[in-house]
């Protein structure tokens, strides 16, 4: 019955996503980093923090294009952003 419930909610209730985003930035954050396929997410975050000091980052922004070569890229940018990886 539980997983039923945790399905029904998670396809029922709405998506907050521009509130997380937000409230993270609110707390300190300000790089966001998407797995996925595309770069939906990052495309969303940058139009939610528009005019804010932040950095988007996609690991496969294109499914078209080189998956390891992208990969490499993304951790190229993080590393010049000073994360440690």
Known sequence: ???????ED???KPVLFKDEI????????????????????TNLVHN???????????????PKKDSDRQLRDAIAQLCVLGLEL
């Open 1 to 7: 019955h539980q997983i039923r419930q945790t399905l």
């Open 10 to 12: 998670h396809v029922l």
């Open 22 to 41: 937000e409230a993270i930035y609110a707390s300190g954050g300000s790089i966001f980093v998407e797995f996925g396929p595309k770069n939906i997410l």
């Open 48 to 62: 939610i923090l528009e005019g804010k000091p932040h950095h988007a980052i996609a690991v496969n922004p294109n």
